[in-house]
């Protein structure tokens, strides 16, 4: 899948304006919360952010300031998956999943040395995804994604359980953010 359809995908799932009093994100359009928005440079009112700017944002802040068309060449479906996770948890938190992943299936160093989980997706993450990759073959992207899915859903029930109106999200999370 290429990053026009995973774009499109989170915009169509996302949907339109919302600012519900629960969802810490506060004010939305297309996904893009009011925060992200200001940072990436738009200054007008969230019921205004068109679909091209949300997916210029996405396109700059998600896919290409983490570095994932590296991913992509080597994982495609990780990337799709890590692109999703940092939309909705942030890159730093999907580049930490897969990190820590790598770090657990690597026996122990032996395959190729742990990485510094520092939530970048650097020239050693990539070593290191490389070196699973060919050492696990083509089952080894399932099993990362896997790995990631699985990470990304203890912090889901991690989220939910810290703050009870986050409750109001995890049914939501759960079935449309893992698998």
Known sequence: MDIDSLINDVIDREGGYSNQAADAGGATRWGITEAVARAEGYGGDMRRLSR??????????YWAAP?????A??????????????VNMGPVAA?????????????????????LVDGRLGLRTAAALSAFLALRGRSGEGVLLKAVEALQ??????????????????YGWLANRIG
Not at 52 to 61: H, T, V
Not at 73 to 86: I, K, N, Q, R, S
Not at 153 to 169: D, Q, S
Request: net charge neutral; hydrophobic share 50%; no cysteine.
């Open 153 to 170: 859903g203890e912090k889901y029930l991690a989220l939910a359980e810290a703050r009870p109106a986050n409750e109001a999200f995890l």
């Open 52 to 61: 091209a700017q949300a997916a210029a944002i996405y396109r700059r802040r």
């Open 95 to 115: 580049a930490s999943f897969l990190q820590r992943a790598l770090n657990a299936l690597n026996r122990g160093a032996r395959d190729y040395p742990d990485l």
């Open 73 to 86: 060449a080597v994982a495609p479906a990780l990337a799709a998956e890590l692109f999703d996770t940092g």
């Open 67 to 71: 570095g994932l068309d590296g991913v």
